[in-house]
Nanobody, 114 residues
Framework: QVQLVESGGGLVQAGGSLRLSCAASRTIFSINFMGWFRQAPGKQRELVAGIASNGITNYADSVKGRFTISRDGAKNTVNLQMNSLKFEDTAVYYC????????WGQGTQVTVSS
């Protein structure tokens, strides 16, 4: 298990940008999958972006071209750069290590005003 702490959420106008950061309590070199999920009110939690230890990334169709995930093994962090934010991006964003059965952060609220 690894402890994850998210930061960087907040309120932003549509079209704006936010950068989420996730700090891990230990090295992430051995963790193959790191990702960001989100959950909007009344909806299921969904994968937003994932990154493997070899750097391969995958994105939800709804965020392709707008969001960028990155991982820094030296700092044990995973970041999500979110540009051109839309109202429908409003959700609680969760950092994840190891997939659905892995470790989760406490979540950070992202609110996009239209």
């Amino acid at each position: 298990q690894v402890q994850l702490v998210e930061s960087g959420g907040g309120l932003v106008q549509a079209g704006g940008s936010l950068r989420l950061s996730c700090a891990a309590s230990r090295t992430i070199f051995s963790i193959n999958f790191m990702g960001w999920f989100r959950q909007a009110p009344g909806k299921q939690r969904e994968l937003v972006a994932g990154i493997a230890s070899n750097g391969i990334t995958n994105y939800a169709d709804s965020v392709k071209g707008r969001f960028t995930i990155s991982r820094d093994g030296a700092k044990n962090t995973v970041n999500l750069q979110m540009n051109s934010l839309k109202f429908e991006d409003t959700a609680v964003y969760y950092c994840n290590a190891g997939g659905w059965n892995g470790s989760w952060g406490q979540g950070t609220q992202v609110t996009v005003s239209s």
